[in-house]
């Protein structure tokens, strides 16, 4: 059975830093990653996916990598902003998509 | 604008009532999915239809029931509802199986 771990659970960062997050998967039989974006009280906004064939895939102040032999994704954010305060989860295709428990990002005016 | 549309947004519900969460979408995409998502579970699967015609369980099937009579809809039914019920439900498609999902804003439900 596939296990989504995301570290870390939480983060607070100023306005304007750059941050990774992560995510880490046991079984590297994957079709593709997928990171969403939840707010509080909200659905699921997808913000990037990345297929099994692909190392990267980038939009904006988005880059997410993969790694799948290693089992490891990260979700960079380029210059943080408020805005971008919200829960970010990470979610991976075998034959059905399992999702970690999340990062909750807060950033600092 | 595409996407997919739940209802109810929210919904309280007395124990043992029957219930039917709406689910449509307007992509034309084959596969169709229910989840629920708990503080500190985060989403699990319920149930999944990989094309019209056709559904399957997820990893939390008990208690729920789903049918596929068309491409755009994907009705989830609480036959008799129980407390541990209460969760937030998400519907979701993908245009085939194992592609990038699209998720709707959820249906809130509590079961008193």
Known sequence: KQEVTQIPAALSVPEGENLVLNCSFTDSAIYNLQWFRQDPGKGLTSLLLIQSSQREQTSGRLNASLDKSSGRSTLYIAASQPGDSATYLCAVNNNDMRFGAGTRLTVKP | ?112
């Not at chain 2, 149930?47 to 049918?67: F, I, L, R």
């Not at chain 2, 068309?70 to 439900?89: G, H, I, K, M, W």
């Open chain 2, 1 to 112: 604008i595409a996407g997919i549309t739940q209802a109810p947004t929210s919904q309280i519900l007395a124990a043992g009532r029957r219930m039917t969460l709406r689910c449509t979408q307007d992509m034309r995409h084959n596969a169709m999915y229910w989840y629920r998502q708990d503080l500190g579970l985060g989403l699990r699967l319920i149930h999944y239809s990989n094309t019209a015609g056709t559904t399957g369980k997820g990893e939390v099937p008990d208690g729920y029931s789903v049918s596929r009579a068309n491409t755009d809809d994907f009705p989830l039914t609480l036959a008799s509802a129980v407390p541990s019920q209460t969760s937030v439900y998400f519907c979701a498609s993908s245009p085939v199986e194992g592609s990038g999902y699209t998720f709707g804003s959820g249906t809130r439900l509590t079961v008193v």
